[in-house]
């Protein structure tokens, strides 16, 4: 029978229930695609019960309500039973369905039990008494269920105490300024400062704020650049070619360069400059500022004045599309800052990824830094020659390329290069020897000839993207047999590879695993294994099972769970398919990215930011990707594109993160973290979420929860002799301090745009200060503006 009300409480009470009745319509549909699925049946049982209940209270029936209650009460029993008291996974299982229950306590709906029996009216503290039930048989269930057949793997290496400090540093790092994109050659991103320090560092002001420039004639290009720190002076670039000089101290531009002449920026960053002194030389170029623009040209500019090297090749440039061929614009690029080694400037370049096969060559090349003449190029497809190809020729076409960072040892007068893998990336059938033996590796040139000394590969025919995108760290690390002079390359897999630099051989085991095979599509091959560093940490997520998914509320949530039933997903290097959606995990910005590691040289530590946000990659025949009128990147995107159209092949794909409806990752926070490693013991000393929830949310609408929930990352950190992490790099607008050895938060500070760059640290050369600056440009990619600042922080004069 229903219970009378008036006109007002009718319309509230029905209002709810039409709620009510369309959240149990899309959990009853989406849990019947789900159970037809093979997945959980918990969301159409739960669906039909919320239909029937907005339908009973729609109808005035209480029962409505005591259906609603009891639907409560399971779901938190099965959600403990589920994820136990993991907070993140609890989160959309409970909190939308409860906070839509308090509807329910409204006046209009809640009198519906008016005049019932007294034990009925008792309706509140049996729900209390059935909940307190639903959490200890769901606590138990989750504590005594059966063994799990998915439970995930995952190497965190054991947790150690933190190191004491070493007897002698890892490298010898004594500079008080900031020389190259790493800080040194080797790109330890350590300096040796020690001002700044645990006891301080919660002091720290901002001092100065300097500004780029106006953004460039196209999309916006978050700035990621790291400058470098020669005498009394910053230098650094920006994504529309332009290259800057500020003062140290004050943050004032002392000049500003249009290297490009106007031409269209890329969409790509540019992340850093180099320095080189000219020995003997005084006068206009003496010392020499060299960077990539977006033409992309080699440039060479007087570190004093700004102006062009007149002796420098070509009136101060060189056209890096010499001997690359006629390209889309936009198709070949250099972002990564240029390397100095023995008088020569070393650079690599890039392809936009899944585009074409045929496209640019990823050969690297070294010009003298005097004069600009080309010294060498190494091509994979005719290692015999070191000079430019023949009139007429070009480089080898889509060939494995360098466009990450890339180290020198100018002892050993090596120049060490991480690589990506050769193009179109999601398909290899078509890949050549020569591609398959140096693709996603890490390789070794002699400086002065470009020979390739040694090679390590990190991945066997890679086709999910999983290039080498972090710098080669160098350092002496102390083994058991003694000092070994070793090369440590974090990759986007999250694996670790510590190698001798003389060698390329592995110093920690290398072991070759079995991975999944089968399914793949006509052409293609896979690597029956690939390669593990298990002395060390694996900085990726586990492997993901159904109730790993995750969402805003439950029906974002249950979508996930559709899409991760059908997608095909076997685990890390699940092969890809045609027309069944694979989930790569680690996605293909990592694991580790171009951030890359920081090395406390002192104490022995390596630190890393890294990632867990799985993509959603589509391989399709070419037929369909003609249909679906897949495009060529025009290279303007900063923020990336879906299309793969992989032209010149049987196939194109479709790759993005695997997102909810609301833009939210289907899987649960942290998506991104810091991690410290003893490199002594390999032990894992502290591991914690990078970043809060305060400027991200569904539909990129700021959620302005301060809650640390491990935001997307991107940039890297720097450690000190002081003791002190100094990072941005999270999907937020904040920089950060930590305690090297323990990992405590130590300060924070909100900056004008979320800071996706590497810091640095240098003692200011006027008033002695250390000076800690980060650029601060945003990640469209991420959701984040872009911007254009540089902000300084310092310890308060006395």
């Excluded at 250099?334 to 392809?351: E, H, L, Y």
């Excluded at 020569?434 to 990190?458: C, K, N």
């Excluded at 069944?580 to 530590?605: E, H, T």
Aim: hydrophobic residues 40%; contains cysteine; proline residues 9%.
């Amino acid at each position: 029978m229903a219970a009378p009300d008036g006109t007002g409480a009718r319309l509230v009470r029905r209002a709810v229930a039409i709620i009510v009745a369309v959240v149990g319509l899309a959990l009853t549909v989406g849990g019947v695609a789900l159970v037809l699925d093979g997945g959980s049946l918990y969301y159409l049982v739960t669906g039909i019960a919320v239909l029937a209940s907005g339908v009973l209270i729609w109808r005035g029936d209480a029962r409505g309500l005591t259906l609603y209650a009891a639907m409560l009460v399971w779901t938190l029993a099965w959600s403990l039973w589920e994820v136990g008291f993991d907070g993140w996974q609890l989160a959309p299982r409970i909190i939308a369905p409860f906070v839509l229950g308090l509807a329910l306590l409204l006046p209009p709906v809640w009198r519906l039990r008016a005049g019932k029996t007294p034990a009925a009216r008792r309706g509140l503290p049996a729900f209390a008494a059935a909940s307190a039930v639903a959490l200890v048989v769901g606590t138990g269930l989750h504590a005594i269920g059966p063994a799990d057949p998915e439970k995930p793997v995952y190497r965190t290496g054991m947790q150690g105490a933190a190191p004491s400090r070493l007897p002698q540093p890892l490298a010898a790092i004594t500079a008080t300024d900031w020389q190259a994109y790493g800080n040194d050659q080797g790109g330890t991103r350590f300096s040796p400062l020690t001002d700044i320090n645990a006891g301080n560092v919660a002091g720290l002001k901002q001092v100065w704020e300097a500004d780029f420039g106006p953004a460039g004639r196209g999309k916006p290009n978050g700035l990621e650049v790291t400058p470098i720190m020669i005498g009394d002076a910053l230098y650094a670039c920006d994504g529309y070619s332009r290259a800057v000089s500020f003062d140290a101290e004050t943050g004032a531009v002392r000049w500003r360069v249009d290297t490009s002449g106007g031409a269209t920026e890329t969409g790509k960053p540019c992340r850093g400059v180099a320095y080189y002194k000219v020995p003997g030389a005084t006068g206009l170029c003496a010392e020499r500022i060299f960077m990539a623009n977006q033409t992309p040209n080699l440039v060479a500019l007087d570190a004093r004045t700004g102006r062009f090297c007149p002796g420098f090749a070509a009136g101060g440039r060189v056209n890096l599309k010499d001997g690359i061929g006629r390209y889309p614009y936009g198709q070949y690029y250099v972002s990564s800052a240029p390397q100095i080694v023995r008088g020569k400037v070393v650079v690599g370049g890039g392809i936009p990824d899944g585009q074409q096969w045929g496209g640019p060559s990823g050969v690297m090349r070294a010009y003298d830094a005097v004069t600009g003449q080309l010294a060498w190029a190494f091509d994979a497809g005719h290692p015999e020659r070191i000079g430019a190809p023949p009139a007429g020729e070009t480089y080898t076409h889509s060939s494995p390329n360098s466009w990450a960072p890339i180290s020198a040892d100018e002892t050993l007068g090596l120049v060490y290069f991480p690589i990506g893998g050769a193009t179109p990336d999601n398909f290899g059938g078509q890949r050549r020897p020569f591609d398959d033996a140096l693709g996603s590796s890490v390789i070794a040139l002699d400086a002065e000839t470009g020979r390739l000394r040694w090679r390590f590969q990190t991945v066997h025919h890679d086709i999910w993207d999983y290039d080498v995108p972090s710098q080669p760290t160098l350092v002496d690390l102390p083994t058991p047999n003694g000092i070994r002079r070793a090369l440590i390359q974090p990759t986007k897999r999250g694996e670790v590879f510590v190698l001798d630099r003389q060698t390329g051989r592995p110093i920690l085991p290398v072991t070759e695993q079995r991975t999944p095979q089968g399914g793949i599509v006509p052409g293609e091959r896979l690597s029956p294994t690939q390669p593990a560093s298990l002395s060390l940490p694996a900085f990726r997520g586990p492997v993901l099972r159904e109730k790993d998914m995750w969402g805003v509320t439950p029906i974002d949530q249950m979508i996930c769970r559709i899409l991760f039933k059908r997608s095909r997903y076997e685990g890390q290097f699940t092969p890809l398919t045609l027309n069944k959606p694979v989930l790569q995990a680690p996605g293909s910005i990592g694991g580790v990215n171009w951030g890359s590691a920081s090395i406390d040289v002192d104490r022995g530590i390596m630190i890393v930011n890294w990632m867990q946000l799985p993509d959603r990659v589509e391989l399709m025949t070419r037929e369909r990707a003609i249909k679906e009128k897949l495009k060529l990147s025009d290279g303007l995107d900063a923020g990336g594109s879906k299309d793969r159209p992989m032209e010149n092949t049987p196939y194109g794909a479709i790759g993005t993160n695997f997102l909810s409806p609301l833009g939210s990752p289907c899987t649960a926070p942290p998506w991104g973290s810091i991690s410290a490693i003893d490199l002594r013991t390999g032990k894992l000393l502290w591991s914690k979420p990078l970043g809060t929830a305060r400027d991200l949310g569904p539909l990129g609408i700021p959620s302005m929860l301060p809650i640390t929930i491990g935001a997307p990352n991107g940039g890297g950190a720097v450690t000190t002799r002081g003791g002190i992490v100094f990072i941005g790099a999270a999907a937020e607008k904040a920089f950060r301090a930590f305690d090297t050895a323990t990992g405590k938060e130590l300060w924070h500070v909100r900056i004008p745009f979320s800071a996706s760059a590497t810091p640095l640290t240098y003692r200011a050369p006027r008033s002695g200060r250390q000076m800690v600056v980060v650029a601060a440009g945003g990640r469209p990619a991420f959701s984040m503006p872009a911007g254009t600042k540089l902000v300084a922080f310092a310890l308060p004069t006395r």
